[in-house]
């Protein structure tokens, strides 16, 4: 191989000879070299040493009119006015990758005149912009921004984001007030339970309790708030929920506590107050950040969405907004643009790129009245096409609207999560109360009550007991601590879960739905045959030169496996390329003795049109290369699948699951996958609407369904599922509306997904069985007065240690 | 031996209290939202990057001035 060097400003490593020189400088393109020198001159080069090792992308080539950044209607859109007569704009900026970056984009910008904020979040990308509209324009902040080699678009913040950051650092303060109460508490808790055991005045001990009442009494009723509003709706909507067993609890264990420190003797439960909010809410916060990053996936999405169209009328071009395009407009797509509304094709050949719709792997060509679906990109030329439906009704934005329902939808899994739970709850707290009314009417005199207290107060007392005894240890541990362990084990192998509950779901799946294209293929063609009739290296020198002039990824294909077959190709300089629309490449070539020579690469129609007869019988891609009308090579190129299917698709099938293959294919492109697998279940030729129907109806059918997908054409889908699961290397979006995240996208790691739920699942029952047998030895025992303070702080600690040594056992089997 | 504990516990729980009060001041102004920048904060604490705040908060007052003036004025 030849020599790599890595690029001066973006830090990629390419061939030597590819680079572009300059002096001792290397770069690997013109964007490069110009960012480059721009940095050096404006004095910014301190970005090199901010950047380190790190490397970033190559500047983004994109299209230099900025002026509809200064249009009324972007305005109208976009663009806030302050009370200060300021302008704000938010935006997210493509290309960021590293702190270096952050900074640099902040300080040009603060380094124009009139930007007065400039604020880049690293995390989700986006930025908040003022500026003095009379000094500078928007258009002109924008260039700066793609000078440097990145690219901003601008997003509409009031509709989620504003909320979701809110909702964030709500969240987030909450946490950290618990988080240091809890803290301090078990400080003062040492030197209390220290004093069990060696003695410690009633002095002292109440100081120590005034102590946690001053750091309880925040975490109670300002970072607990949120439990009391979630009882309170709970119990508005009818449903008894884990919100009002951990308030009720809370409060009760804090009531009790209060009555130990004004008057009563007897132990305080402060820290189990501090301790049972805290450990709750640090899993609140998470789902938290998980729906933030949803929104911000969502807002990437929409800010890409094109702003405007180009539309025909009286054979004039007019640029109009998305909102005003009406069925039967001729709208203009020129090659690299999404199409933003369906419509008919008005020219003879197109190709497109419907992958991010149907899953489809080939480009699709399309003939003259074909349909046109919104959201593919144009890859050709420009084209016309004749709208079928105006923005709002288009594939496009139903798919958008329908991410939205699901995104705000989506907490509704927790009312039927956690069956058992809830029968706890409302079970422990009508025993609670009966204990009460028990005690209070009938006047127990049994246990170790204090006998100076007054009726009304040995039942109070009582009843808390029984509460206290049952809330902290029984179930708030037995699940999530043998989730952890689950989760940090399955994270170990690659697999991301973005709540715990879906532990529970996957193991209890009845079916499981794949998607085909990008997660049991690895989405990309491979040739799978190659048949080289004359291996003369002059004539595959050819066919190399010849690929290289065209970035259709067949070609692209047949180059890489050119390349990893075949040493010391070389370019040869071609003449009069030339692309045939949704057939392939055509040159001529002239050798050292002035020879001429017709190259044709491409597919069979090529080889028709250019009258060489040539039949192919493949269910595959094909790609044909004559010299001068003589066959010199075939290759058939196929989507692979991924190694570890098989396995994959026997386990599930063996298991007690059954595994439906849903595809936006052609019939026998799955039917030959689905024998290769032996999948007997398959559906092809849907769309992405019709697959999160599917998913409905199976749903609607009582069946537990976990979907795994990647694409954009998943995202409806997976967000109807019981559980999706997204291939890491999948569309952002479908990552963002998923509960687990496969890292490494391998199958093999899908089918550890099902094993260690399962597993975790059988170890949460048995945790719960644990805490059920202690609650039924225990709460007869406080119902009945037998629970002293301490026998009950004693006995709580040991059932979390015998659940938590429980679940360590998940890690150690097998 | 009560005096003691009392004050400690006094001017323990004042202090924490205090930092926890700065703390979800600097929450609430945003300083938190975004934990990666957060995290990399480290690597821009130069001369040259404190200088940079500096001018950022000045050239924020000054532009406010003119139009402060302006709406006197009217």
Known sequence: ?814 | MNDVLTMMLIVGLFISFAILGIFIWGAKGGQFDDTKKMMDGLLFDSQEDLNDAINREKKLKESMKPKEEKSKKE
């Open chain 1, 1 to 814: 191989m030849s020599e790599t060097i890595k690029c001066n400003h973006c830090h990629g490593t390419f061939a030597k000879e590819v680079m572009i020189k300059e002096d001792n400088l290397y770069f690997c393109c013109n964007g490069c070299q110009g960012v480059y020198h721009l940095l050096k001159e404006d004095g910014l080069d301190s970005f090199y040493d901010k950047l380190g090792n790190k490397s970033i992308e190559p500047p983004i080539n994109c299209d230099k009119d900025t002026t509809k950044f200064d249009l009324a209607s972007f305005e109208k859109r976009f663009v806030q006015t302050l009370d200060n007569g300021f302008k704000k704009v938010d935006l997210i900026i493509e290309g960021i990758h590293c702190a270096a970056c952050v900074w640099l984009n902040e300080k040009i910008l603060y380094d124009t005149a009139g930007v007065i904020e400039a604020n880049i979040n690293f995390t989700n990308n986006k930025a908040k912009i003022v500026w003095d509209d009379s000094l500078v324009k928007l258009s002109h902040i924008i260039e700066k921004i793609r000078s440097i080699g990145y690219n901003a678009y601008a997003y509409d913040a009031k509709i989620a984001d504003e909320k979701a950051t809110k909702a964030q650092r709500d969240y987030f303060i909450k946490m950290m007030v618990a988080v240091f109460a809890t803290l301090n508490i078990m400080m003062l808790s040492v030197a209390k339970y220290t004093g069990f055991f060696t003695g410690i005045d009633e002095q002292t001990k109440h100081l120590i309790h005034i102590g946690e009442f001053i750091l309880t009494t925040p975490v109670l009723f300002f970072s607990g708030w949120i439990f009391f509003k979630g009882a309170y709706f709970g119990l508005k909507n009818k449903i008894v929920n884990m919100d009002l067993l951990v308030s009720s609890g809370a409060t009760s264990s804090y009531i009790y506590s209060l009555y130990v420190l004004f008057g009563g003797k007897g132990e305080s439960y402060f820290d189990s107050v501090t301790m049972i909010i805290t450990f709750v809410l640090v899993g609140k916060y998470l789902e938290v950040i998980g729906k933030k990053n949803a929104v911000d996936t969502l807002d990437k999405i929409k800010s890409q969405l094109p702003l405007e169209a180009v539309i025909i009328e009286n054979k004039q071009k007019k640029v109009v907004a998305l909102d005003e395009i009406n069925v039967g407009d001729i709208v203009e797509l020129r090659p690299g643009e999404k199409a933003c509304v369906d419509g008919e094709l008005q020219e003879d050949k197109a190709t497109f790129d419907e992958s991010s719709m149907s899953g489809e792997s080939h480009y699709i060509y399309k003939n003259r009245g074909d349909k046109i679906f919104s959201g593919t990109i144009n890859i050709d030329s420009l084209i016309h096409y004749k709208a079928t439906t105006n923005f709002a009704n288009s594939t496009l934005n139903s798919i958008v609207t329908l991410l939205e329902d699901s995104l705000s939808s989506k907490p509704q899994i927790e009312y039927t999560a956690n069956q058992l739970s809830r029968k706890f709850s409302s079970t422990i707290l009508i025993l609670s109360f009966m204990t009460f009314l028990a005690w209070y009417f009938f006047g127990f005199k049994m246990g170790f009550i204090n006998e100076s207290a007054n009726t009304f107060e040995q039942a109070f007392i009582v009843a808390i007991s029984v509460i206290v005894i049952a809330c902290p240890c029984a179930l708030a541990l037995a699940t999530p601590i043998a989730s952890l362990v689950g989760i940090s084990l399955l994270a170990s192998k690659g697999l991301l879960f973005k709540e715990a509950k879906f532990i529970e779901t996957i193991a209890k799946a009845t079916k499981v739905v794949v998607d085909k294209t990008g997660t049991l293929t690895h989405g990309e063609l491979k040739v799978v045959h190659a048949n080289i009739v004359d291996d003369n290296i002059h004539k595959l020198n050819l066919l190399y030169s010849l690929l290289e002039s065209s970035t259709h990824p067949i070609s692209v294909s047949v180059k890489n496996y050119l390349l990893e077959h075949y040493s010391h190709l070389e370019h040869k300089t071609l003449l009069d390329v030339k692309n045939i629309q949704a057939k392939g490449v055509v040159a001529r070539y002239k050798n050292v003795e002035n020879k001429e020579y017709t190259l044709l690469g491409g597919n069979e129609e090529l080889l028709k049109e250019f009258n060489v007869s040539y039949t192919f019988n493949a269910n595959n891609s094909v790609y044909l290369f004559a010299i001068n009308e003589n066959i010199v090579a075939t290759f058939e190129l196929e989507d692979e699948i991924k190694n570890d299917a098989k396995e994959f698709v026997s386990y599930i099938q063996n298991s007690g699951m059954q595994l439906i293959m849903l595809t936006g294919d052609n019939e026998k492109v799955a039917q030959k996958i689905a024998t290769q697998l032996g999948i007997t279940q398959f559906v092809c030729g849907i769309d992405p609407i019709q697959k999160a129907q599917y998913i409905k109806t199976l749903k609607s059918q009582g069946e537990i369904v976990v979907m795994a997908g990647d694409g954009v054409n998943d995202a409806v889908a997976l967000s109807n599922s019981d559980v999706s699961i997204a291939m890491g290397n999948g569309a952002d979006i479908s990552i963002s509306v998923s509960d687990v995240v496969l890292l490494n996208n391998s199958l093999k790691s899908l089918k550890e997904a099902f094993v260690i739920s399962k597993r975790t699942y059988k170890f949460i029952k048995q945790n719960l069985g644990i805490s059920l047998v202690y609650n039924v030895i225990t709460i007869p025992l406080a119902m009945m007065g037998f629970v002293i303070p301490l026998v009950a702080a004693l006995s709580m600690s040991l059932s979390s240690l015998l659940v938590v040594a429980n679940s360590m056992r998940i890690k150690n089997e097998k």
